[in-house]
């Protein structure tokens, strides 16, 4: 076909040719296997004579992954992804600053280079005009190590490229200013890097880790790219085209007709036309630069590989396709994500293949040869002909036991020490419940300077406390200006917590109990039939993330263990919950078990029946359904059929746990979001699942289930890993008001998709009905509630799912476990009505289509309470926030109203956080009683702290303190040091002194000190009883060990580090005895300096 040349507006040169004169080029299809494109993607753009290549793709999910395929194959080809806005054209919401900041550093790529980098991208990504390319000359900001910098200077070039200053470097376009350090998340980067200057120069840049904290690469080089687009230039658009001269283009089989679709929305768009032709390109600039483009055919001819682990034999078919391959002549290349994928293939084959860097090594193998390379392709192909290279992947010879690599995706929040901030409810452990006002700076003469805690108790009574002190604090669930607080002198609490540490003994002794019977119980060995579930698994479409595959190990694994699994699978919404259960199912059913799936609506069961007879249906499994939808012929049939066992699968309600429902072989029970099921289910869910194998499944699982978890009582499997095209939801609180409900739902149906309007009571749906009909009666509205008929219910969701109605009125039924990609707008009316947890998974049922998704919270006058919910679920819009939002939920409505009434007492006692720790402490044996936790008192004078100009924001700095409060070993509080210097730079003296004062206190406490002074006159340690220092001779009891000796100021703290490593060695003597120095003087040994 074609070879491209320049696309403008203007007339192609007497060079370009049209496309239908030029000879045929062979090319591959679209359905082609995406390594085959990406190779000859690569091939095009390693010619001499080409300039660059640009690929537009039939969707982005397609051109991530040939993008991901093409760096594999060569790093150094600059493959670059210009990706699509995420709102509607000519909609005044912005869109996301993560898409935004990544056009504008590919624009910047590409307007910079002479010879173009390969570009993948798609037609809704290329139709938008963009800067000239001359306007991104100065636009971007350059450093250098070593280079001067001016602080204030650079902050404010930052806040005009639409930085976010004095933000945590968590999201692209954030930034944070520490003394020596600048953390920034640089616009197209896949994540943040920090700056180290001193003195007004720049004295090293590295991106950095988030999770952990440290540097992942240095850089000598850092360009920060403008956070959109749109700050650039002031000058007239040009379409995209203009940057790609001489750039072969190729486009995908449905890229023509979709454009064409794409142009004539935007041609019948209400905007006026000249806003239309100065925002997007015009239909005759696209059809020409079509015309220059190479279309790819829709179906290829080529012979698909064998999928070796679906044979009876993968081993044996795998051998003779290899040496059927030799005798032609061919090579055979292995590819996998990981080593040990390539490994586990060379086992099947019985071959050792040779290693190969590239793909252009992998390419130059001798004739018969096998070698390997790692790089993640979706299915195997053949190129070439005269000596064919025949591409076997890992997922064609090991099946689901292959593991992919997937573009970064951030993870949710799911554990960690949980840090209280300022103005939150906290429990004192020798105190009691109290307010965190926050910290307070001590400076006084004579006296070092230090950080302490102000604490608020009963009577407005607070008090200072040293920053150790955090050690003893934990977080409170609850509103902090509901709680009752406890008197400073803590007795108030006293009493309170000695019955409820009773309780927690008791409740240690019952579930210590049932962990020891489950151990001993037995249950089916369930293995499914390699041959079947490998083909069950083909059929699911996507690529399963890290956490999801991990998951589904441990649920293979429990299923053959011989004992009865019973295991929490959490997961935010969306994040795959759902293929985890079906292949659970898939291997039960195939072993010739019978499954029960259980969820709480019959909306919910209705979708998993699609779901499950959709994936079911080719394998000739029927699936049963039992719920107030079933007909009485049909549930008769249902309950017939599972107790004779010739149902194996079925789907319901707590239907599915009366009495009347018999199974003849039932192997697992699925319990789909568990938090919504109330005491009395739970109870006749438990009578159902005795003696079998478990599988939960939750998005925002309630404390006691994950104290369950934690006590081993029950196994966690946690998915925090979104999908990689899941964005978040832009979240808005707003008033209801006719101008919001006609003007979101209009986008939507204009973009193609469907709206969900949400209301708190069935009363409420005819007006609303009524008031939709008049403001948008253009569009088709379907309604459903719980009190409607089953069938109704059912037909209204079939028209709704059809698209045979644009909008979906309904009530919270369709709060759970709906997945219709279309829909990505919800209106929730009254949304001060619903609770945290609510709204959260009501959201949850837009966003899933991989475009931008848009929640109206919609309330009039909320109060304060409901104002704090809807806040926060503003707040908390990203993917995975399920955790943070269960957790949240917590603090604003108090553990009573989540927990069982005989624990719930308890519990507040403490607050959930705490509780857990102790429960969870009292299982394994260890102190769980608050006057059993204690911390050294260190009245060392030497000032220990993080100054404000070192650490500026007073929640990192707890956070900190936290870190090294919570420390239990030397290593844990290196690690901090070591962070401290990445993330803060070099310490000064005060930071330091606080790392070695955590230091010492860590040996206090394993020493059994209680307090310890160190001055210049000497240092002086009182003992608690029983500690292991200073081991007197017998009938001596010692509880004051005494140095009288001049310290040097600055040899404090070095003195006390080896007065307590001299009285470790005594510790540590096999006799307990003292030593002949200690025994002349009475005393520990002497350590430190003469003045």
């Known amino acids: 076909m074609a070879k491209s040349a320049t696309p403008s507006r203007s007339k192609p040169s007497d060079a370009v040719q049209d496309a239908s004169a030029r000879p045929p080029r062979q090319v591959p299809a679209s359905d082609a296997p995406l390594g085959l494109v990406a190779s000859h993607l690569l091939r095009l753009w390693q010619q001499p004579s080409t300039r660059g290549v640009v690929f537009l793709s039939s969707d982005e999910a397609r051109a991530e992954r040939i993008a991901a395929v093409l760096h594999a194959m060569d790093p150094d080809c600059g493959v670059l992804v210009l990706p699509r806005f995420d709102t509607v054209p000519f909609d005044d919401a912005a869109p996301s600053r993560e898409l935004s900041g990544r056009r504008a550093h590919v624009l910047r790529r590409l307007a910079e280079h002479a010879r173009h980098p390969l570009l993948i991208s798609t037609v809704e990504a290329v139709l938008p005009l963009v800067p000239p390319q001359r306007c991104w000359t100065a636009a971007s900001l350059h450093l250098k190590a070593g280079q001067p910098i001016d602080l204030e200077g650079f902050r404010n070039s930052l806040a005009k490229l639409g930085y976010a200053t004095d933000e945590p470097p968590d999201d692209p376009g954030s930034v944070l200013f520490h003394g020596q350090t600048t953390e920034l998340f640089p616009a197209g980067a896949l994540g943040p890097v920090r700056i180290n200057h001193a003195d007004g120069m720049i004295s090293d840049i590295h991106f950095f880790d988030l999770g952990h904290q440290n540097a992942v690469v240095a850089a000598e080089t850092l360009v920060i790219d403008p956070m959109s687009e749109r700050s650039v230039g002031g000058e007239a658009l040009v379409d995209l085209f203009t940057y790609l001269d001489g750039s072969e283009i190729i486009v995908d089989s449905t890229v023509p007709d979709h454009a064409e679709m794409r142009l004539a929305a935007l041609d019948e768009s209400d905007v006026d036309k000249e806003r239309r032709k100065r925002a997007f390109v015009d239909r005759s600039t696209w059809r020409h630069a079509l015309r220059l483009a190479t279309v790819l055919p829709a179906k290829g001819h080529s012979e698909p590989i064998p999928v070796f682990a679906q044979q009876r034999s993968a081993r044996a078919t795998l051998r003779r396709f290899i040496e059927s391959a030799r005798q032609r002549g061919a090579r055979i290349l292995f590819t996998a994500a990981t080593e040990r ?64 690599l997937l573009p970064m995706a951030r993870q949710a929040a799911v554990a960690g020490i949980t840090i209280p901030v300022p103005g939150s409810a906290i429990i004192h452990l020798q105190r009691g419940l109290a307010l965190l006002d926050g910290l307070e700076l001590i400076s006084a003469p004579n006296v070092s300077a230090r950080d302490m805690i102000r604490l608020v108790f009963a009577n ?32 108030s609490w006293a009493a309170r917590c000695l019955r409820a540490e009773d309780e927690i003994d008791r409740t240690a002794v019952r579930l210590s109990d049932q962990i020891r019977a489950r151990r001993r119980a037995e249950a089916p060995r369930i293995v499914a039939p390699a041959v079947e579930y490998e083909r069950f698994v083909a059929r699911f479409p996507y690529l399963v993330t890290p956490d999801q595959a991990a998951a589904i190990e441990d649920v293979l694994k429990d299923l053959g263990a011989g004992h009865p699994m019973d295991r929490i699978v959490c997961g935010d919404v969306g994040f795959g919950k759902t293929e985890i259960a079906l292949r659970a199912a898939a291997a039960t059913v195939f072993a010739g078990r019978q499954v029960a799936l259980i969820v709480p609506t019959t909306v919910l069961a209705a979708q998993h029946v699609q779901t499950f007879v959709k994936r079911f249906a080719p394998f000739g499994i029927s699936v049963g359904h039992l719920s107030r939808l079933s007909t009485t012929a049909d549930a008769r049939s249902t309950r017939r059929q599972l107790a004779d066992g010739t149902l194996k699968l079925v789907i319901g309600t707590t239907a599915l746990a009366a009495d009347d429902v018999r199974f003849a072989d039932l192997g697992l029970v699925i319990v789909d979001e568990e938090q919504h099921f109330g005491a009395a289910d739970k109870a006749r869910l438990s009578a159902l699942r005795a003696g079998v194998h478990a599988l939960t499944m939750s998005a925002t699982p309630i404390p006691r289930t994950m104290a369950g978890a934690m006590a081993g009582l029950r196994d966690l499997s946690i998915i925090a890993t979104p999908p990689v095209r899941r964005r978040p939801v832009l979240t808005k609180v707003e008033p209801l008001l006719d101008a919001t409900l006609s003007m979101a739902l209009r986008r939507e149906h204009r973009r193609g998709g469907q709206s969900f309007v949400i209301c708190p009571r069935i009363k409420d749906l005819a007006p609303m009905r009524e008031r939709l009909s008049h403001l948008v009666p253009e569009l088709g509205i379907a309604m459903i509630h719980g009190r409607m008929p089953a069938r109704e219910i059912d037909a209204e969701m079939m028209r709704f799912v059809a698209g045979k109605a644009d909008i979906l009125l309904a009530t919270n039924i369709v709060e759970n476990g709906l997945d219709i990609p279309r829909a990505n707008t919800i209106l929730i009316s009254g949304a001060e009505h619903f609770g945290l947890s609510q709204l959260h998974q009501l959201r949850g049922r837009v966003g899933r289509g991989g475009i931008r998704a848009y929640a109206y919270l919609l309330a009039d006058t909320p109060g304060d309470a409901a104002q704090k919910r809807l806040s926060a679920l503003q707040e908390l819009h990203f993917a995975g926030a399920g955790f943070q939002i269960s957790a949240r939920d917590l603090d604003l409505r108090g553990a009573g109203d989540l927990l069982s009434e005989q624990q719930a007492g308890h519990v507040q006692v403490f607050g959930p956080a705490l509780y857990q720790e102790l429960l969870s402490r009292a299982l394994q044996g260890r102190p769980h009683r608050a006057a059993e936790f204690w911390l050294p008192e260190l009245r060392i004078d030497r000032p220990a702290f993080l100054p404000s100009d070192y650490v500026q924001d007073q929640v990192t700095r707890l956070d900190v303190y936290a870190r ?27 930071a330091s002194n606080l790392i070695a004062s955590a230091r010492i206190r860590l040996d206090c406490h394993a020493l059994g000190i209680a307090r310890l002074d160190v001055g210049t006159e000497g240092i002086a340690a009182r003992l608690r009883p029983a500690a292991t220092a200073g081991t007197p001779r017998p009938g001596r009891p010692r509880s004051r060990l005494v140095y009288k000796h001049k310290i040097r100021p600055d040899r404090i703290l070095t003195a006390a580090i080896r007065f307590l490593a001299a009285l470790k060695r005594d510790a540590s003597n096999k006799q307990g005895q003292p030593t002949s120095r200690q025994r002349s003087r009475g005393r520990a040994s002497p350590v430190g300096d003469s003045p």
């Open 341 to 404: 994928d390539l490994q586990g293939m060379e086992r099947v084959a019985g071959e050792k293949a040779e290693r190969r860097k590239n793909w252009a090594a992998a390419t130059r193998a001798r004739d018969g040869a096998i070698t390997s390379l790692l790089i993640d392709l979706d299915r195997g192909f053949t190129t070439g002909t005269r000596r064919p290279l025949i591409v076997i992947t890992a997922a064609e010879v090991l099946g689901s036991r292959a593991r992919h």
């Open 964 to 990: 090294l409060a919570h420390a239990e070993t030397v290593a844990d509080i290196d690690d901090i040091e070591d962070d401290m210097q990445l993330r803060f730079g070099h310490p000064p003296q005060e």
């Open 460 to 491: 407005d009574e607070a008090i200072l406390v040293p920053i150790a002190d955090l050690g003893l604090i934990w977080p409170y669930a609850g509103d902090p200006s509901g709680v009752k607080l406890d008197d400073a002198d803590g007795r």
